[in-house]
């Protein structure tokens, strides 16, 4: 059996690696990392009933700067949405500065224990995450709460995608650039010396 093969013509060829040097560039470009390497940022919500909680309604914020597969504390939490009903000023709250427990655990990417409890400066806004299984964001101006007592089961957790930073897209590029730049001019060669 004979085997036929393709010739490209020169031009084709070389235009072919560039596509082909660019499409795995674009590739890794789009492929998730398996592992941060960098602080980790996620997102919490708790829902709450009456009865327990005084309020009916859900809890929701961010965590950050926590570090996959170790257990540590948070840099910072920030409550952004709740029920208008507890009273307290607009979100976000950011004004936890007395912090009893704070500690989280995170393996492969997913918060798997938690403990957070703190309280702002005069002890008015109150928020826990499972301390004693209690996820509850209380105020004491009005003795007002929302929550339940259901755990680490009782939150969900889930990691916010970090956005490619423009550094690396930028060293990306420039190094497709750099490459497609040096084909053309090994084509331009070879047809020059063919001349």
Do not use: C, K
Not at 15 to 22: D, E, S
Not at 137 to 148: K, P
Request: avoid cysteine; proline fraction near 7%.
């Amino acid at each position: 059996m004979t085997r036929h093969h393709r010739h490209f013509p020169e031009g084709a060829s070389a235009m072919m690696r560039i596509m082909t040097i660019l499409g795995a560039g674009l590739i890794g470009l789009m492929h998730p990392t398996a592992s941060h390497a960098g602080p980790l940022d996620f997102m919490f919500s708790f829902t709450g009933t009456v009865p327990p909680s005084s309020v009916a309604g859900t809890v929701s914020g961010e965590i950050f700067g926590l570090t996959d597969n170790a257990t540590g504390p948070a840099s910072n939490v920030v409550v952004d949405g709740y029920p208008a009903e507890l009273g307290l000023p607009s979100p976000p709250l950011t004004i936890f500065s007395f912090i009893s427990e704070n500690s989280f655990t995170v393996s492969n990417n997913q918060i798997t224990a938690a403990d957070y409890s703190a309280s702002d400066s005069s002890d008015i806004i109150q928020l826990n995450l499972n301390v004693s299984s209690h996820n509850v964001l209380a105020t004491s101006t009005n003795g007002l709460l929302i929550g339940n007592e259901n755990g680490f089961a009782g939150a969900t957790y889930s990691l916010v995608q970090p956005i490619p930073e423009p550094s690396s897209v930028t060293l990306l590029a420039t190094g497709l650039l750099f490459a497609a730049l040096w084909l053309l001019r090994r084509r331009l060669r070879r047809r020059a010396a063919s001349a």
